[in-house]
């Protein structure tokens, strides 16, 4: 018998048995396979079982889509529960808006949510295969977790310059926009191109804008959650870089929308052309819960030492006010003076030098200015360090603590290193792999991130629920924007914001004015757009404060003027509470409207 490679190899075939006996082969075919198949054809005939038969149409018929409206993405994000306003908008982009919208939710509504389902929904349709997607450099790693791990999209972080070849990339619009990405990009073909924080695009005349205009792109979205702050010029341009001509011309808006800049007319039409490629979402609108917040000021008493600084620096800054005539607007470097020293010594001491060297050699003010180094020498220690460092501990958990100054920053972080406590810092001036460090420490080991202004923008901290508002700043928007941070979709606890005031200084004054006033802390953020709206048609609250810190004549006189700043807002919240969901307020009406074309339901 002819060997096959098989038996050369020692092997067999499965369904040959052979065997030697008495000198001859003896060879046996196993017909197990053929006596089951014909089993199966006595039973059934020629077809399959027919429970299997029945179980493989229906896994057919399951993979159906019953209707176009239908998100065909739902059923491969298993993991994934997105809130009904989020389906909902996803719907309108893809059905009403061709893949070109605003997606303007108010903060913590999850616009990254909406922008994932309207990509991945686009990407399973075949009509989206090459993305790019646009941010601060601070989210573009906390953009590629959501997409990879929520919607199983691919999505890359652009490192180096092959790293644009790549399908789905995630990139910072500020090395986008330099060479030698700005021509590989421009040169290329998008099918959806995604910016996030689209507002710094509201002026054309800017490279960013500029820059993103020229990109080729089939579908767009732009994410912000201020289309509009103070001129109705930058809703316009965000929406022509969206679909160029849906307002007409410059010229022609402004004939037909615009009687002043922040006044808008034929308010009807207007909202009609902005509902055809803006959704927005509002935190009031039913079916979005949220956790608590609970706040906790805390007043506390200067040194004395720390008291004489604060009064020395308050004498200064008046003093110059007087010098200049009543000038106000030229002194705002000097009313952030007044600012920090209700923040930390060393924020004091950096502006000081730096005031110091932009002073003439022979200018007597050297001299003031000198005299104000001293009484910092004379500060021993830190009484809302001292403050912070007992709440940490009592709390033990998370904190996040919010400072609007560097130099406060570097000061804290020292202080909690000589007292044995981890923190970690998160700042404007960052590249985004020390970012993602720090922020992937204060996940594991560290038990404080301590973070400016410019280092908050972005950022989603679920994980944390204590707030320590270090210092405050002067415009409620900000302060918002730093709970927003904590307090959004997907936050578990009730927030905790713990904010330090110093007594008989302008911060006293200033807590109460946010928290008795208006209730900052607690307020929804809509109501607070709706309420500064009317009361800043001239100038902002933050002019209006400092204006109100250099005229008065003391502390008594100060605690007047802003008592009766408090009163107008405590006038106009009661206004906005007592009104129809669409308040008056001419560009907050329109916006509101806006929001109201998508429902929002349990």
């Known amino acids: 018998m002819t060997q096959t490679s098989n038996d050369r190899k020692g092997d067999q075939p499965s369904s040959i048995v052979a065997r030697k006996l008495n000198n001859h082969v003896d060879i046996h075919f196993d017909r197990t396979w053929f006596n089951e198949l014909q089993q199966r ?21 399951s993979k159906l889509i019953g209707s ?13 529960e997105p809130m009904p306003h989020q389906i909902s908008t996803a719907r309108k982009v893809l059905h009403e808006m061709s893949g070109r919208a605003i997606l303007a ?3 913590g509504l999850g616009k990254t949510i909406e922008a994932g389902l309207i990509l991945k929904e686009y990407m399973m349709r075949g009509l989206v295969s090459r993305v ?3 941010v601060p450099a601070s989210l573009v790693l906390q953009w590629v977790r959501e997409l990879n791990q929520k919607f199983g999209i691919p999505a890359i972080a652009q490192k180096k310059e092959h790293s644009w070849q790549n399908e789905v990339v995630v990139a910072s619009i500020d090395t986008a926009k330099r060479d030698p990405h700005r021509d590989i990009l421009l040169n290329h073909d998008y099918d959806m191109l995604i910016i996030d924080e689209a507002h710094k695009l509201k002026n054309k005349k800017t490279t960013n804008y500029q820059f993103v205009n020229q990109l080729r792109k089939k579908y767009c979205l732009l994410l912000t959650a201020t289309p509009v702050q103070n001129d109705l010029d930058e809703l316009y341009n965000l929406i022509t870089l969206l679909k160029p001509g849906q307002l007409g011309g410059q010229s022609d808006f402004a004939a037909n929308f615009v009687v002043d800049k922040r006044v808008p007319k034929n308010e009807d039409r207007l909202q009609e052309a902005l509902s055809s490629v803006m959704v927005r979402n509002r935190r009031g609108d039913g079916g979005i819960q949220f956790t608590k917040r609970i706040v906790k000021n805390i007043p506390l008493p200067l040194s004395t030492e720390e008291q004489a600084l604060y009064d020395a620096v308050t004498g200064f800054v008046r003093d110059r006010y007087n010098e200049s005539n009543g000038d106000w607007t030229s002194m705002l470097a000097l009313v952030t003076l007044q600012r920090e020293v209700c923040s930390s010594r060393d924020a004091v001491f950096v502006t000081l030098v730096n005031l110091f060297k932009k002073t003439a050699e022979d200018s007597p003010l050297r001299a003031k200015i000198w005299e104000l180094v001293e009484f910092i020498r004379n500060i021993q ?25 560097r130099a406060t920053q570097e000061y804290l972080l020292n202080y909690f290193r000589s007292h044995n406590l ?3 810092p998160y700042r404007g001036g960052m590249n985004r792999g020390k970012k993602d460090w720090m922020m992937d420490l204060f996940r594991g080991r560290a038990q404080v991130l301590i973070a400016t202004e410019a280092g908050g923008e972005g950022i989603n901290l679920q994980f944390c629920h204590h707030i320590i508002n270090f210092d405050l ?19 578990q606890n009730d927030v905790k914001i713990y904010n330090l005031c110093t007594l008989g200084t302008i911060e ?13 802390f607690e307020l929804v953020i809509g109501g607070l757009d709706h309420i500064l709206e009317r009361f800043e048609k001239e100038d902002t609250l933050e002019q209006r404060l400092s204006k109100a810190m250099l005229e008065a004549g003391d502390s008594t006189d100060l605690r007047k003027r802003i008592s009766d700043l408090g009163d107008q807002l405590s006038h106009l919240r009661t206004q906005v509470a007592e009104e129809d969901p669409i308040p008056e307020t001419p560009i907050g009406a329109i916006l509101d409207a806006v929001g109201q074309t998508v429902e929002v339901r349990p």
């Open 41 to 61: 054809l006595d039973r059934n005939g020629p077809w399959d079982d027919w429970t299997m038969y029945q179980l493989a149409v229906e896994a057919e018929q």
């Open 68 to 80: 176009f409206d239908d998100l065909q993405c739902m059923r491969t994000l298993p993991t994934l």
């Open 105 to 107: 939710d108010e903060v």
């Open 132 to 134: 790019l997607i646009l």
């Open 381 to 405: 220690a830190n009484t809302k360090a001292e403050k912070t460092m007992e709440l940490i501990r009592e709390m033990d958990d998370k904190v996040i603590i919010f400072t609007e100054y």
């Open 422 to 424: 981890i923190a970690v």
């Open 473 to 491: 700043p002067w415009n409620p928007m900000r302060v918002e924007q730093r709970i927003g941070r904590v307090h959004r979709l997907g936050q």
């Open 508 to 520: 006293e004054h200033i807590v109460s004015l946010l928290h008795e006033k208006i209730n900052l």
